[in-house]
């Protein structure tokens, strides 16, 4: 259990916000534990291609989702309906996030750019043109927006989310320029925002200090492609897969891998809270690993091709998944 000792912008946690969150760990925990008992609740054909991101808004009530058709889609989850499509250009969008107060989702583009929805407005707000090839994910924290691309670098710029929703003219500041040896196809924030994680087309790892924008480990960790990177809860570990069919542990402090576990097929995305892992593969299922054992735990029949994307909600009782069969699938746990 993590002490609430941790300090909230300078303040402890009350005992009410201790039991809050000790409430919410023991949530967390037995989700995890029942992530065998995932269930179907509703799949929704809404994408023309391969569905390539999911972001939900903190209110719950939207679904937005990113596709090789060029296409945001927003989706209802109390009607289940699609409710909005926008197209911001004829190329592929890659990923997309939400921002904070829920005005705003930013969605990167192959075509080199950065958009930024308005939920209100139901129309662009901005374009923030940054690349010289392909953004191939976007992530937020804190003000500062990381934008990872094909053009081998990560780019970190000041993004007020109040400044966009209240149409600030030029609010984006370029921060730091990260640069990689290959092109840079996803990247993660450890749960603090104080770490970034980036993976390569070429297999590389790299782990990068976000208050100095320093480079502090670099790995050749897969070969081939890393589809996915992401830092454990308690940020002391990152776990990536790849093109090679492998699920590897690295340790954060070192920079050492420390586990290398084999899957029978290539795994495109995942969650995971430390030891479980709960992964997307290329055969369309899911999969419930123990990462303590190497082994698949379960598996759970999904989508009729890869599994793309998988979004969880800060509970992890939530879950979406988006695939190359152009559909977004809701779970939910049956305890």
């Given at each position: ?5 941790v ?9 009410s916000m201790e ?48 596709s090789q058709?060029s296409t945001?889609k927003m989706?209802?989850?109390?009607g ?7 197209s ?26 950065v ?14 043109m ?6 191939s ?19 970190v710029?000041?993004?007020?989310a109040?400044d ?13 320029e ?6 840079v ?11 970034l ?5 070429e ?13 502090l ?11 996915q990177?992401?830092?454990s809860?308690?940020s002391r ?5 790849g093109?090679?069919?492998y ?35 290329k ?20 989508h ?5 994307c998988?979004w ?10 988006g ?7 809701f779970?939910k746990?049956q305890y």
């Open positions: 259990m993590w002490s609430c000792q300090i909230r912008k300078g303040k402890k946690c009350s005992p039991s809050f969150e000790d409430l919410t760990e023991e949530s967390k925990k037995l989700a995890w534990s029942n992530m065998n008992k995932l269930t179907l609740q509703s799949s929704h054909k809404i994408h023309k291609e391969a569905v390539t991101g999911i972001t939900v808004t903190l209110s719950g009530t939207s679904v937005f989702s990113t058709d945001l989706f209802s989850k109390e289940s309906g699609l409710q909005r499509s926008v911001f250009s004829n190329m592929a969008l890659s990923s997309c996030v939400t921002l904070p107060e829920d005005k705003t989702v930013v969605c990167s583009s192959w075509d080199n750019n958009y930024f929805y308005s939920i209100a407005y139901g129309r662009r707000q901005d374009t923030l940054g690349h010289d090839d392909a953004v994910q976007v992530c937020w924290r804190d003000n500062q927006l990381y934008t990872a691309s094909w053009d081998s670098t990560v780019k710029w000041k993004c007020v109040a966009i929703s209240s149409n600030k003219r030029n609010p984006f500041e370029l921060l730091a990260l640069e990689h040896e290959a092109g196809n996803t990247i993660a924030l450890s749960p603090a925002g104080t770490l994680a980036s993976g390569t087309k297999g590389t790892l790299s782990v990068w200090d976000v208050g100095s924008f320093s480079l480990h670099q790995l050749s960790c897969h070969s081939g492609k890393i589809h990177v992401a830092f809860p308690d570990h990152i776990l990536s897969v093109e090679d069919s699920l590897k542990v690295t340790d954060v402090q070192t920079g050492m891998l420390l586990s290398t576990v084999p899957a029978e097929n290539e795994q495109r995305c995942f969650c995971w809270d430390g030891n479980t892992v709960l992964s997307g593969g055969s369309g299922d899911l999969f419930i690993w123990d990462l303590l054992t190497s082994k698949i735990m379960h598996k759970i029949p999904a009729s091709g890869p599994v793309t998988i969880m909600n800060e509970q992890c009782s939530s879950i979406i998944t695939g190359e069969d152009k559909q977004i699938m779970w746990h």
